[in-house]
């Protein structure tokens, strides 16, 4: 049997964010090192967390990759996003949820396109907390590091970070891998910066249930497993719930008959818990990425919605055209991504760089309501973000 997942420390979700090739992923595989070592958590190599290759095999669409992890005061899922689209997709629809970032950033390179951009969505998507890590410290002579720290803090300052007062922690993920008790030393404090300066996020465990799907699996003999990030709310075995979105359900109201997080059993999951949950009678093709598993009567699905959007720039990778009324992009909502209709009313257009007000009309119902947020995409990148104001019936 496998043992229970046992709540004994508060759960937050972090990330890992920064431009490609700049150390995220080493890193990542560092800190989970370095805590092995310590007795609190299991090493995962780069390569595991580079290819997740057992998800690879079932033939699903990686774009994210969680680990988890304790300090002595908290336990982290800690998700590290293999390219820019994937970074883009995953922060901005919400999916990864983060209550707070690593930014890393390479000491020998600096501030890149993608550093900059991360940061942008970060605070777009509501991330309020970020660590930076200066990374390759190994490798760069502390003169040059010292200006890229200050560099750093002026574009966090930027976006409203308040660059003077986040920690900056010189690592190498590289040579913490390797087993230097030196750059250990450096990943711990950076955790400790974690510890101390992202504070427990509020979790809205007393609102109805509700999770997005972000994957769908089976497990031979067991039935069919969704996973997500619980939003709001607690589940637990025995619970009734729905999933909204399908249409292969003839009634989609359904028992949860499992409770997972990476792998153990829970007792109760709750809203920031990473969860798998198996859903009793549905079958594997009746539910996907995208869908709502919910309290039933908690949420009403609807396709027309007033939000106000935020139109990136070109500079921020959106586009350098204005768009207009009669504009069909995706809308990422969640972990749906939907196509929609944009009206933008009297003002017929919104240029890059502007805050506009408009009315959507999406392809299908999905559950809405004031104050979700979403992003517009088109052919592959981020053009907007926004929140729904209000869902017209
Ligand atoms: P990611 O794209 O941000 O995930 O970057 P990776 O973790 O894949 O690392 C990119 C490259 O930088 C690899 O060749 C790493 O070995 C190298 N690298 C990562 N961290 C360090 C470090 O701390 N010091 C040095 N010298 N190289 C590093
Ligand atoms: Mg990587």
Same mark, same amino acid.
């Given at each position: 049997?496998?043992?229970?997942?046992?709540?004994?420390?508060?759960?937050?979700?972090?990330?890992?964010?920064?431009?490609?090739?700049h150390?995220?992923?080493?890193?990542?595989?560092?800190?989970?090192?370095?805590?092995?070592?310590?007795g609190?958590?299991?090493?995962?190599?780069?390569?595991?967390i /580079?290819?997740?290759?057992?998800?690879?095999?079932?033939?699903?669409?990686?774009?994210?990759?969680?680990?988890?992890?304790?300090?002595?005061?908290?336990?982290?899922?800690?998700?590290?996003?293999?390219?820019?689209?994937?970074?883009?997709?995953?922060?901005?629809?919400?999916?990864?949820?983060?209550?707070?970032?690593?930014?890393?950033v390479?000491?020998?390179?600096?501030?890149?396109?993608?550093?900059?951009?991360?940061?942008?969505l970060?605070?777009?998507?509501?991330v309020?907390?970020?660590?930076?890590?200066?990374?390759?410290?190994?490798?760069?002579?502390?003169?040059?590091?010292?200006?890229?720290?200050?560099?750093?803090?002026?574009?966090?300052?930027?976006?409203?970070?308040?660059?003077?007062?986040?920690?900056?922690?010189?690592?190498?993920?590289?040579?913490?891998?390797?087993?230097?008790?030196?750059?250990?030393?450096?990943?711990?404090?950076?955790?400790?910066?974690?510890?101390?300066?992202?504070?427990?996020?509020?979790?809205?465990?007393?609102? @109805?249930?509700?999770?997005?799907?972000?994957?769908?699996?089976?497990?031979?003999?067991?039935?069919?497993?969704?996973?997500?990030?619980?939003?709001?709310?607690?589940?637990r075995?025995?619970?009734?719930?729905?999933?909204?979105?399908?249409?292969?359900?003839? /009634?989609?109201?359904?028992?949860?008959?499992g409770?997972?997080?990476?792998?153990?059993?829970?007792?109760?999951?709750?809203?920031?818990?990473?969860?798998?949950?198996?859903?009793?009678?549905?079958?594997r093709?009746?539910?996907?990425?995208?869908?709502?598993?919910?309290?039933?009567?908690?949420?009403?699905?609807?396709?027309?919605?007033?939000?106000?959007?935020?139109?990136?720039?070109?500079?921020?990778?959106?586009?350098?055209?204005?768009?207009?009324?009669?504009?069909?992009?995706?809308?990422?909502?969640?972990?749906?991504?939907?196509?929609?209709?944009? /009206?933008?009313?009297?003002?017929?257009?919104?240029?890059?760089?502007e805050?506009?007000?408009?009315?959507?009309?999406?392809?299908?119902?999905? @559950?809405?309501?004031?104050?979700?947020?979403?992003?517009?995409?088109?052919?592959?990148?981020?053009?907007?973000?926004?929140?729904?104001?209000?869902?017209?019936?």
């Amino acid at each position: 049997p496998k043992t229970a997942y046992v709540r004994t420390k508060p759960h937050l979700n972090i990330g890992t964010m920064g431009h490609v090739d700049h150390g995220k992923t080493t890193l990542t595989a560092a800190i989970t090192k370095v805590l092995a070592e310590r007795g609190s958590g299991t090493f995962v190599p780069f390569d595991r967390i /580079d290819k997740a290759p057992e998800e690879a095999q079932r033939g699903i669409t990686i774009n994210i990759a969680h680990v988890e992890y304790e300090t002595d005061t908290r336990h982290y899922a800690h998700v590290d996003m293999p390219g820019h689209a994937d970074y883009v997709k995953n922060m901005v629809t919400g999916a990864a949820q983060l209550d707070g970032a690593i930014l890393v950033v390479s000491a020998l390179d600096g501030i890149m396109p993608q550093t900059a951009e991360h940061v942008l969505l970060a605070r777009q998507v509501g991330v309020d907390h970020i660590v930076v890590a200066l990374n390759k410290a190994d490798a760069g002579d502390d003169e040059l590091t010292d200006l890229v720290e200050l560099e750093v803090r002026e574009l966090l300052s930027a976006h409203g970070y308040g660059g003077d007062s986040v920690p900056v922690v010189r690592v190498s993920g590289l040579r913490a891998l390797e087993g230097d008790p030196r750059w250990a030393a450096a990943v711990e404090a950076l955790l400790d910066a974690v510890d101390t300066y992202v504070p427990m996020p509020e979790r809205y465990v007393d609102a @109805p249930f509700l999770l997005s799907v972000e994957n769908v699996l089976t497990i031979s003999g067991r039935g069919t497993v969704v996973t997500g990030a619980v939003e709001r709310g607690r589940v637990r075995v025995g619970d009734r719930v729905r999933v909204y979105g399908t249409e292969a359900l003839k /009634d989609a109201e359904t028992v949860v008959t499992g409770v997972e997080t990476f792998g153990k059993p829970m007792e109760e999951a709750q809203a920031g818990d990473n969860v798998a949950l198996l859903l009793r009678g549905v079958p594997r093709d009746a539910v996907r990425r995208g869908h709502v598993v919910a309290e039933p009567g908690s949420v009403r699905p609807a396709r027309r919605f007033t939000a106000q959007v935020y139109v990136l720039s070109a500079k921020e990778g959106g586009r350098s055209t204005p768009l207009s009324t009669g504009y069909r992009p995706q809308f990422y909502l969640r972990t749906a991504d939907v196509v929609g209709d944009v /009206d933008l009313g009297e003002a017929g257009v919104a240029r890059p760089g502007e805050t506009v007000t408009m009315t959507v009309e999406l392809g299908r119902d999905v @559950p809405l309501e004031a104050g979700l947020g979403f992003a517009i995409r088109e052919g592959g990148r981020t053009v907007g973000a926004g929140t729904v104001s209000a869902v017209l019936m």
